[in-house]
């Protein structure tokens, strides 16, 4: 984990405060699921659970009043380790 930083650790006192962040943490943990047991239930999961999060990260970058959130950030890294 070292070499993704050390903002991981500010992610558990986060879960539940942003939709984004805890639908990239969803992603991440069906990711793990698959790794220790590959059924196709759980892939289908994970897919369903990527597709909710890049969604709902494209909905708050294309918004009028956009800001770039830490939230952001840490959700698309995520994001980006699931694919």
């Known amino acids: 984990m070292c070499t993704w930083g050390y903002w991981l650790d500010m992610i558990i ?3 539940g405060t942003s939709a ?3 639908r990239a943490v969803m992603c991440l943990i069906a990711a793990h699921k698959t790794r220790l047991s590959p059924e196709l239930d759980i892939r289908v999961t ?3 659970q990527y597709a909710e999060a890049l969604s709902l990260l ?3 970058v294309n ?3 956009a800001i770039v959130t830490a939230d952001m950030i840490a959700a698309t890294k995520m994001l980006m380790a699931y694919e």
């Open 20 to 22: 984004l962040l805890d």
């Open 46 to 48: 994970g897919r369903y």
């Open 13 to 15: 006192p986060r879960i």
């Open 63 to 65: 918004k009028d009043d």
């Open 58 to 60: 494209r909905h708050n």
